[in-house]
């Protein structure tokens, strides 16, 4: 079955720090992978989108990797903050046509 | 602000009544998508609609749920006799390109919290 992994429901580190998220996923071929940030209360924000010819991407202190052949994305907050502190979703297109698909997101804390 | 905007924010309902979530999307776009998030849950695909056309609605429930997409006005999301199990956090989205465009990025309204008692 097709699946979506987000490495960890929860991460915490300290200020300061790199936090690295994983999204992994099987049975699909996407074309492109997305990465959104959802605080409580609140509706997903739109962070960074790396096609499947990339093999990263940065914005900031973001950067992303894809990797096709280990069905993988790596999500990088670099010199992270408090105000970093938030839920991770990475999404895809699982097929051309429709809705994309999100994993279940990895709740980030950064403490002070 | 030319957001996604969706309302009610938040709507308690008794068990067997009708919920209506309205959702207008952002100027320009006529791709609408709604997902449910459960608590401790992710997002999940509902429905995906353009102007006056159901795309795709894999994702729905086949009983209870509905959602239209008219020529003027929001897009709603109905639920008839609701259930404890329908609380969650409804989301909209909505696209200017289509599902499956290459960089179709979805921009997310901040949500409708239905409760269920």
């Known amino acids: 079955s097709q699946k979506i992994e987000q490495n960890s429901e929860a991460l915490n580190i300290q200020e300061g720090k790199t936090a690295t998220l994983t999204c992994n996923y099987t049975n699909y071929s996407p074309a492109y992978l997305q990465w959104y940030r959802q605080d409580p209360g609140r509706g997903p924000v739109f962070l960074l989108l790396?096609?499947?010819?990339?093999k990263e991407k940065r914005k900031e202190r973001l950067k992303v990797t894809f990797d096709t052949t280990l069905k993988q994305s790596l999500f990088h907050i670099t010199a992270s903050q408090p105000a970093d502190s938030a839920t991770y979703l990475c999404?895809?297109?699982?097929?051309?046509?429709?809705?994309?698909?999100f994993g279940k997101g990895t709740t980030l804390s950064v403490s002070s | 602000n030319a957001g996604v905007m969706q309302n009610p924010r938040h709507l308690v309902r008794r068990r067997g009544q009708e919920a209506r979530l309205r959702c207008s999307p952002m100027?320009?776009?006529?791709?609408v998508y709604w997902y449910r998030q459960l608590p401790e849950e992710g997002l999940k695909f509902m429905v995906y609609?353009?102007?006056?056309?159901?795309?795709?609605e894999s994702g729905m429930p086949k009983e209870r749920f509905s959602a239209e997409f008219p020529k003027e006005g929001p897009s709603i999301l109905r639920i008839q006799q609701v259930v404890r199990g329908d609380s969650a956090a409804y989301f909209c989205a909505s696209s200017r390109e289509g599902a499956g465009s290459s960089g179709n990025t979805i921009y997310f309204g901040e949500g409708s919290w239905l409760t269920v008692v």
């Open positions: 999404a895809l297109d699982v097929q051309a046509g429709t809705a994309l698909i």
């Open positions: 100027k320009g776009h006529s791709h």
């Open positions: 609609l353009q102007k006056e056309n159901i795309i795709d």
């Open positions: 790396i096609r499947e010819n990339e």
